[in-house]
């Protein structure tokens, strides 16, 4: 609080013991109409600093979302999606174009999504779409998207992404058959969406430990087809850049089409071929969430034997929220009464995986702390920081 302040407060606590003596009355009186004005300024000012200055809050938690658009159309920028919060309704939604707040809408209705929750009473509205005056600079290069909820007038939740004008001719498009296998859909755009909006996470996360200039090496642990492997090539400036994943046709497409980075075919168990600390980051998204908790527990112990010491390991996992937006809430207090539920077999990867090894993994944050702090030192766990909906774990190897 400035000095100001602190002495106006002062003053205004000791002008009631005063108040008793009329000499002084008038003069205290005129001095303290002018620390109530400084009062004022500064209680003006923060509230200014907070609500009025077009920046969305650090701090906000993630909501479940997803973007269904992020586009340059001429001089208008367009943005739409849906995003919902286990616990309450948003009436609202806030867009953010780099850090500052360029329009506001109301709810709208999403079938789709109500479809998809039925247990949700108040999934259908969730969606947002925003059509605006596009800003006049900073569009170049990476653009900061954030859509924030609001609830009864106050900002609630978020969701955040990177966009880029050219982000269609980042890359070659993968085959239909891996797109589906890497993330349950055939949609080019979607997938690269999905792709950059991870690599923000990871990227951000990463920056807030190290500096990334010191990263000399990194493994991308369950690459599939280069989805967020494709941005730490062409982006992240890691000079040395490896993937690996069970899906040998998926390896070998990102091997034609991601160089210089290199890529492995593996087993479906440790270990890998890569030698003791060979890492000095290790990222691995929706990985962790498909594996069971004896798998998981060995390929734990892998990633520590190749991160080398002070390396960071980014992986995202399947939690307590992932599982109220999956199972009914009573459902899912009984499901991970254990801390982890393991049962549920997921046929997505198809013939490549035996049918039981590849799973849907929901685990409770106490669960992942207690087991993955046997191996790691965990330095934040981010309630769905990992593509709005799976939670986000940084962690480091001791």
Same mark, same amino acid.
């Given at each position: %609080?400035?000095?100001?302040?602190?002495?106006?407060?002062?003053?205004?606590?000791?002008?009631?013991?005063?108040? @008793?003596?009329?000499?002084?009355?008038? %003069? #205290?009186?005129?001095?303290?109409?002018?620390?109530?004005?400084?009062?004022?300024?500064?209680? /003006?000012?923060?509230?200014? #600093?907070?609500?009025?200055?077009?920046?969305?809050?650090?701090?906000?938690?993630?909501?479940?979302?997803?973007?269904?658009?992020?586009?340059?159309?001429?001089?208008?920028?367009?943005?739409?999606?849906?995003?919902?919060?286990?616990?309450?309704?948003?009436?609202?939604?806030?867009?953010?174009?780099?850090?500052?707040?360029?329009?506001?809408?109301?709810? %709208?209705?999403?079938?789709?999504?109500?479809?998809?929750?039925?247990?949700?009473?108040?999934?259908?509205?969730?969606?947002?779409?925003?059509?605006?005056?596009?800003?006049?600079?900073?569009?170049?290069? %990476?653009?900061?998207?954030?859509?924030?909820?609001?609830?009864?007038?106050?900002? &609630?939740?978020?969701?955040?992404?990177?966009?880029?004008?050219?982000?269609?001719?980042?890359?070659?498009?993968?085959? @239909?058959?891996?797109?589906?296998? &890497?993330?349950?859909?055939?949609?080019?755009?979607?997938?690269?969406?999905?792709?950059?909006?991870?690599?923000?996470?990871?990227?951000?996360?990463?920056?807030?430990?190290?500096?990334?200039?010191?990263?000399?090496?990194?493994?991308?642990?369950?690459?599939?087809?280069?989805?967020?492997?494709?941005?730490?090539?062409?982006?992240? $400036?890691?000079? #040395?850049?490896?993937?690996?994943?069970?899906?040998?046709?998926?390896?070998?497409?990102?091997?034609?089409?991601?160089?210089?980075?290199?890529?492995?075919?593996?087993?479906?168990?440790?270990?890998?071929?890569?030698?003791?600390?060979?890492?000095?980051?290790?990222?691995?998204?929706? &990985?962790?969430?498909?594996?069971?908790?004896?798998?998981?527990?060995?390929?734990?112990?892998?990633?520590?034997?190749?991160?080398?010491?002070?390396?960071?390991?980014?992986?995202?996992?399947?939690?307590?929220?992932? @599982?109220?937006?999956?199972?009914? $809430?009573?459902?899912?207090? /009984?499901?991970?009464?254990?801390?982890?539920?393991?049962?549920?077999?997921?046929?997505?990867?198809?013939?490549?995986?035996?049918?039981?090894?590849?799973?849907?993994?929901?685990?409770? #944050?106490?669960?992942?702390?207690?087991?993955?702090?046997?191996?790691?030192?965990?330095?934040?766990?981010?309630?769905?920081?990992?593509?709005?909906?799976?939670?986000?774990?940084?962690?480091?190897?001791?």
């Amino acid at each position: %609080m400035p000095r100001n302040v602190k002495t106006a407060l002062k003053r205004l606590f000791h002008s009631v013991s005063i108040l @008793a003596r009329p000499s002084r009355l008038l %003069m #205290r009186l005129n001095q303290l109409e002018t620390d109530v004005v400084s009062l004022r300024k500064y209680l /003006d000012t923060l509230e200014e #600093r907070i609500q009025e200055d077009g920046r969305a809050p650090l701090e906000l938690p993630y909501a479940r979302g997803c973007y269904d658009q992020i586009d340059l159309k001429g001089d208008r920028f367009v943005v739409s999606g849906w995003m919902l919060l286990p616990e309450r309704s948003l009436d609202s939604f806030a867009l953010h174009i780099n850090q500052h707040r360029v329009g506001v809408c109301a709810v %709208m209705p999403r079938d789709d999504v109500a479809a998809s929750l039925p247990f949700m009473a108040h999934a259908r509205n969730s969606g947002f779409s925003f059509n605006v005056q596009r800003p006049g600079s900073g569009l170049e290069g %990476m653009i900061d998207v954030r859509v924030v909820g609001i609830s009864r007038g106050r900002e &609630v939740a978020k969701t955040e992404t990177w966009y880029r004008a050219d982000l269609s001719d980042l890359f070659p498009t993968p085959p @239909a058959n891996l797109m589906l296998r &890497v993330g349950g859909n055939k949609n080019p755009l979607l997938h690269l969406m999905t792709g950059i909006q991870t690599y923000r996470e990871f990227w951000t996360a990463v920056s807030r430990h190290v500096n990334p200039q010191s990263i000399k090496s990194m493994l991308d642990w369950g690459c599939g087809c280069g989805r967020v492997t494709g941005f730490f090539v062409k982006f992240s $400036g890691i000079p #040395r850049i490896h993937g690996c994943d069970v899906d040998a046709e998926a390896v070998e497409w990102c091997r034609k089409h991601l160089g210089p980075a290199e890529f492995s075919a593996i087993s479906l168990h440790p270990p890998t071929p890569y030698p003791d600390k060979s890492f000095d980051l290790i990222v691995s998204f929706s &990985v962790l969430s498909h594996l069971p908790r004896n798998v998981q527990i060995a390929w734990l112990q892998e990633m520590k034997r190749i991160l080398a010491p002070g390396g960071l390991f980014l992986a995202t996992v399947h939690g307590e929220s992932a @599982a109220l937006f999956t199972f009914p $809430g009573r459902v899912t207090m /009984d499901v991970l009464r254990e801390g982890i539920y393991d049962d549920v077999v997921d046929r997505n990867l198809g013939p490549i995986v035996p049918g039981d090894y590849y799973r849907s993994v929901f685990q409770t #944050r106490e669960y992942t702390f207690r087991e993955y702090s046997k191996y790691f030192e965990i330095l934040e766990y981010k309630e769905r920081g990992g593509n709005s909906f799976q939670d986000l774990v940084v962690m480091r190897n001791a």
